[in-house]
């Protein structure tokens, strides 16, 4: 177990260090550095200067160890905009985002997988087409227009919500459920046809003729089985509700990581982006880590392969 | 040799008669199709549709709710016809689809051919490349790379090529890889065949279906993409017309005109919907077992 730990640990070590190496080349080589921040009105003479002091003019490969070097330490830069570390910028949004990504997962668990096991259990039923017909469109409609829609429903025409920020809980409930509707879907999806699949197993007949409690049968023999696809999924579910964070936010004016961030884009403030890509990736790959772990844990032929 | 060509040729028409009644057997796939089929003519034929210039703001009939006469769908803050700029907006929506799932699917399913074809560093090459970019929330991906490369319709379509070529060469690489072993790669190379005639009409040919039920799966959510990337501000600008900075620009007005968030987003749904609904089905139809 320990073996496996670190050798998922050493692979998320490489993706982070691509990752970063990424975003420095991609930035440096679609354009000047400087001519991102320095006002429009700026001198040529004056553009180099601050090239040269902040060692714009050096190789490339010079500036790509400066770089690392600083970046190993968590010194991304300053931010263009605010004046302080871009790292501390986007770590101090992070309490708010893992909040509502939390929030929106169990949201998704709780909702999701009694959906799919009932659609299971009552296979062909108006439960199962329920289901069925939640799981199509929660997947289609785009979350930051179901974002929109929720604050016209319960906000503009109703008045029993807030329209945006954070702070109390009532402000939680719209981005959480905006975010969590498409993990709904997945999550109902994948437990209706893995409960579908176990049912139909012989050592869940064989439970039954046992003379099981229907309910025993259901819990402790089949959806045990089936929780191991579950559990695998949620690092990938961690993942996109992430990646969902990023436009959620921006609807509900929730300050998170996804937040910032975009403001960064739009700012071109790339110390920020590039530190806050990189808390990305390290999330990632975290919550992967988790996952494979929590995997070889309930499936222990996985530790020895 | 006619019986040998005739045989593949009657099995053709016999799979379009099976995809022609499968879909007239599924209505919710018939009306899918018949929906997307309405965009697709509305996309097209748009300038014929549309009344002169969808930009020109005429303040006298600001923010008229639906069903006002002349405008069926309202008009938007600048007076602008709701209509008109959702007709011209499923421009934006279908090429961008379009465009980015085609470019993205060749250019994705030949890395991932090559990569398990030889096997080796370019595989490794590859491969970490792809857990390198699926590290990260798609969105952001694109993000990002739309801010640094630039705005505007060209660019998003490159934006989206560059952040969703992965899911393709994954795919194509996991099912070129049971195959290179088979006996009629062996065979092929037996009578002289070299690696490219190898790789193009012997190992493609047979991973078309997964990649065709993907790329359907894959125009929903590029499009989508493409809304949300023009909702944030970047990508498509306004005055021109795209879903996603249509219902960016309604958001400021959210709460004296619902139709300007509600109708272009509705649209959008409606299309990403009939789209998972379309693949749903020809994956049925195609490959049952497939799962993506």
Known sequence: MQRFIIRRLFHG????????TAVFFMLRLTGDPVLLFAPMDTSAKDLDEIRERLGFNDPLWVQYGRYMRDALQGDFGE???LHRPALEVV???MPATMELGMTALVISLVVGIPLGVLAA????????????????IGQAVPNFWLGLLLILLFAVALH?????????????????TALAAASIARYARLARSTMLDVLRQDYIRTAHAKGLAGHTVLWRHAFK???????????LEIGRLLGGAVVIEQIFAWPGIGRVTVQALLNRDFAVVTAAVVLFAVIYTVANLLTDIAYAWVNPQVRLS | MTTAQALPRAATRGKWTRFRSS?????WALAAVAFLALVVLAAIAGPLLVSGDVNKPDYGVRLKPPLTAGHPLGTDQLGRDVFDRLILGSRISVTVGFASVVIAGVIGTLIGVIAAYYGGWIDSVLMRLADVQLSFPFILLALVINAIIGLGLRNIIITLVIAGWVEYARIARGEILALREREFVEAARVVGAGNGRIMLRHLLPNIVTPIIVISTLQVARFIVAEASISFLGFGVQPPTPAWGSMISEGMEYIFAAWWLVTIPGLALALVALAVNIAGDWLRDVLDPRLKV
Do not use: C, K
């Not at chain 1, 039923?125 to 939640?134: E, I």
């Not at chain 1, 029993?160 to 959480?176: E, F, H, K, N, Y």
């Open chain 1, 13 to 20: 070590v490489i993706v982070v260090f691509l990752a970063v």
């Open chain 1, 91 to 93: 770590l101090e949004r």
């Open chain 1, 160 to 176: 029993w919500l807030p329209t945006s920020g954070r702070g109390s809980w009532q402000q939680l409930i719209m981005p959480a």
């Open chain 1, 79 to 81: 931010s263009t905009r």
């Open chain 1, 121 to 136: 259990v009552r296979h062909g039923s108006v439960w199962d087409r329920l289901a069925g017909l939640l799981a199509v």
């Open chain 1, 225 to 235: 089985n089936a929780s191991i696809s579950l559990i695998t999924t949620t690092g």
């Open chain 2, 23 to 27: 879909l007239f057997q599924d209505y």
